[in-house]
């Protein structure tokens, strides 16, 4: 494609080069006859599919995504800029998104994870946010398949190449294994940024006359069309065959991020919008800041830097070079602008200006390439709905899978060591954790954690999904995606207050994938009104399909807590001998979609059952307070492995050993059952702790200084070495 | 006090030093430009870490040539103290203010972590504060972090007693587990390892604050004799 | 015995963050005429093949299958006898 000749309208029409473009008959048949009224030329049809694309305009999931709330009291910013914002008090706000980069990393991960990297980030600051840390959730197939080994190094290597090079810690995040994952890892990255209210930015072209002006990297004929090609599915025929990929240069946007902030923060005056140039480039970027001012541009594209002779406006448009900004600027001030640039070692160029006739007009060596409205670029886009068939699957579902478990301490080493319960530290020390200092807890416990410089305040955040309760029940997998990552926030002492997404999903207009999306949309957006957490900014990737079988639908929820006191701040390991141990929250026989039914049976089916949202709600609400209250010395919720992983995890660090008893079966340590925590408490606060908690804890032991873990249970006692226990977590990944 | 932290394109440690010394320690100081010359009003020179120049090519090596590097030897010449962490480090070597060099750590991978350290030395104006032997822990961050030079050099590196840190569990391959050194005249510092990272309790450990302290105190102790 | 010198550059479609951080380096010090550069990669191999067209084969399918990324490098080599 990229050596094509460009193609007369006519050819284009008779030969329907468009479909390869990714757009349908009768979307062409649309813009020919409804909206332009005559047969758009080459670089008109290319900006059109492009902009027209699943990834730029949402046209299959615009109709569902109306469906999140993002009302909350404190929002600022609700999706639609390039990050939502949220009130944290003191005049600051905080500001973060999460985006996927799925298939660029598949076909090459080291740089595609280090561009996806690069792209959130330029999110954040373009709002005029100093981006503080980044989470990183992954999923990858089996490890026993040495090419996700491969994959997962790859990747692990690009976030860190790009995250520290340009000095933003990774602070948190999670990585999963499953065998759906096996031809389409997952790479979402999630960027939080900091600033005062005054400084926030809006991404909008207004003012007729004022100068567009380009930054940063030139523009190459890298990743031509990634909006269409992140928008089609894989098949093996294609893996070999692969056009141009993106490069990072974290060097160039360290610089993009250091001079742009200089230009919010001290010349808003001048400044009108600012907006990274992502998906479909220069186009989506200069077409959607127009559009929101509603009004045109002029551009000339002999002035966009290029980085190779010969490109054609179709190639300069649609270019997906990484580190690029594009920013409007009020008339006669372009200097002041491009000077700031200058002392920062980059080069700004004037490439066009605001019109008033509400055009979309390009020109090359004097001559007119494009002109279209703007609003048929962004808005006329048409919007599919599909019917929403419950599958035969989820409508009659297998029995319910109740394990055997004869052994229930040998089965805690053996979940223990499954890569993805394991410890992730070998993975996590490769990513800079502490720059800016700021950062009080690093990667590995429930919530990443960094203070706010100067106040007494302190950020908790995480991202989560389990897409195999999202895959037995769209819309309860939904809630439960939603409801952990607010336990994971509270069991860092933090309110949460907001929320992200990332919905990771197959081919839209593939049933079964459709009602995936629309329910699991659903479930979570019961669960963020329920728990004030408005969903400010999202990522949709479709298509995460191999030959035609989706992916689980895995929808990442990426979550901030506001800390009010850095007193509160709390951490998931015990911390003395002698500290009773709690457990919040009934235990079940819940395992449809769990590790242990995964390890045993190879496969997961089953109904989820026993969650209740309100249940869910009030455990946590009243483990913050205990929080709060200053009666707790640790929190871990509890997940993949249920209740004997949690435990152990709560011992891992300090090496500490647990004696207690529990009204359970010995499965029952493994069951998935929502809704709980582990807690540990100071003898001396006993009282003041039950007190508060009511019937919802339950007092199961106590931590030992002996590294032994023995635990008294219905139908068996597990006595195991804490020292082999954790051997087993470390060594999982390798 | 007036400290300088040199900002090149690309350090990303810069404010963390600078919050460091003006927040933590309580002393002045100010965020230059590489391209600044005058380094007169300064009592310290701190180079940060991070990736100047995207560490393109050599970690430090396109950083040697910017225009605060010949004022920064100068104001080393002068017996003044100037310290470079971990790129910062880097450039030192490069720039030739310390003997060595800092090459890819063993394992390839970047490795970030608190890590385990003594100090050898504290007869240096940047350790004076710490016992002799004193064990701290202060977290590294590189992924060029391992410390290289030959047999001749390591030789007189220790006869002049110019290793001031070394790691107790060298996790990168470093000679010597060597984690940090001065020059000959013991005025100019490298180190691996972030002293501005361990300045505050809330972030983990407060060790690197005495690196500061013994700063503050030998220029004191300087000026009253 | 075959000596294989293999070369490994980025394709010239993509970016090189590294060359272009090095040429503008140079031009800072002056080296003007320094059009452009380019950072790759340089590989010696020694080969125990049976044929030179044997070491041939050899050497293009290890750049195939490890050296090369083939989705953003290129490489050239050369093969001689030893």
Redesign the interface.
Known sequence: MLKQAEKSPEEIRDQKIYRQWGMSDNEYHTVVNKLLHRLPNFTEAGILAGMWSEHCSYKNTKPLLRHFWSKGSKVLEGPGEDAGAIDIGDNQAVIFKAESHNHPSYVEPFEGAATGVGGIIRDIFSMGARPVALLDSLRFGELTNQKNKFLMDRTV?GI?HYG????IPTVGGEIGFDSTYDKNSLVNVMCVGIENQDDLKQDKASGIGNSIIYVGAKTGRDGINGATFASNEFSDSKESDRSAVQVG????E??LVDACLDIIHHHSDILVGIQDMGAAGLVSSSAEMASKAKSGVDLNLDLVPQREPHMTPYEILLSESQERMLLCVKKGHEKTIIDIFKR??LDGVVIGHVNNNGQYHLTQHGETVCNIPVHTIVDDVPEYTHPIIEPDRIKHPAADFVPTVNDAGQMLAKLLSQPTIASKQSV?????????????VAPGSDAGII?I??TDKALAMTTDCNGRYVYLNPEIGGEIATSEAARNIVAGGGLPIGATDCLNFGNPEDSESYYALAKSIDGITKACKLFDTPVISGNVSLHNETDRKPIYPTPLIGMVGLIKH?DEITTQDAKHAGDLVYIVGKTYDDYSGSEIQKLIQHQISGRIKHFDLQTENKNRKLVYQSIVNHLVQSVHDLSEGGLGVSIAETLFKHDFGFNGQLDLLGRQLFAETQSRYVITVAPKQKNAFEKLMGDCVKQIGQITKEPIVKIKLNDQDVNMNETDLKQKWERGLN | MRFAVISF??S??D??LY??IV?SLGEQADLISYTSTDLSKYDTILIPG??S?????RSGA?AK?APAMKSVKAFAASGRPVIGICNGFQILTEAGLLPGTLQHNTNI?????WEPLEVVNNKTPFTNQYQVNQKIKL?I?H?DGNYYCDDDTLKSLKQNHQIVFKYRNNPNGSVDDIAGIVNRKGNVLGMMP?P??A??K???GQDGLTLFQSILNSIKVRSLS | MYLAKIYVSHKKSILD??GE??KS?LH??NYNDVNSIT?GKYFITKLDSQSKSDADQTVRSICKDLLVNQNMETYQYELKEV
Do not use: W
């Not at chain 1, 996590?428 to 502490?434: E, I, T, V």
């Open positions: 290597d860190a520290n090079s340009i000095g240069d974290p060097f160039m360290k610089l920062f070692g996590y020390r490769q990513y800079d954790s502490r720059v800016q200092t700021n950062t009080v203070r410089r100067h850095d | 394109p690309g990303n440690c404010r963390d919050y460091a927040d991070g990736f120049y995207g560490d393109y090519l396109i040539f991978s970047f490795i970030s972590e977290p961050a992924g972030h501005e990272r300045t505050e809330i972030l983990g | 963050p590294q951080a090095i380096a800072r010090l950072q």
